[in-house]
């Protein structure tokens, strides 16, 4: 993106939420998941298949993990950027949690 910008100038907002997603959607393929999605100010990602410690450290973190479903659910606060957050919880799935 930086190089984008290097060369073009500064991109539109539309044109960086399209990145924004894009990114997601790779990040999301990476974990096993095929949907990203928010409903009810609630982001959920689905399918996944998580081990026991990594449900567990997603859970301290205020993420609700539905094995059955295998789907993880995380409210969102009202100024919170759905995408910003599917990309951070993304990141912490990738990263297998504990430091992240």
Same mark, same amino acid.
């Given at each position: ?16 939420? !399209? !990145? ?15 949907? =990203?999605?928010? =409903?009810?100010?609630?982001?959920? %990602? ?18 609700? =993990? ?22 951070? !919880?993304?990141?912490? %799935?990738?990263?297998? =949690?504990?430091?992240?």
């Amino acid at each position: 993106c930086g190089e984008l910008v290097e060369r073009y100038g500064a991109m539109p907002r539309t044109a960086r939420t !399209l !990145l924004d997603v894009a990114e997601v959607r790779a990040l999301a393929a990476e974990a096993g998941a095929a949907s =990203v999605s928010v =409903v009810r100010r609630r982001l959920a %990602i689905a399918p996944l298949e998580l081990p026991d410690e990594l449900r567990g450290a997603l859970a301290t973190r205020g993420v609700v =993990v539905m094995p059955r479903e295998r789907k993880v659910l995380l409210p969102l606060g009202a100024d919170d950027d759905p995408l910003e957050a599917a990309r951070g !919880l993304l990141g912490d %799935i990738l990263a297998g =949690v504990p430091g992240a």
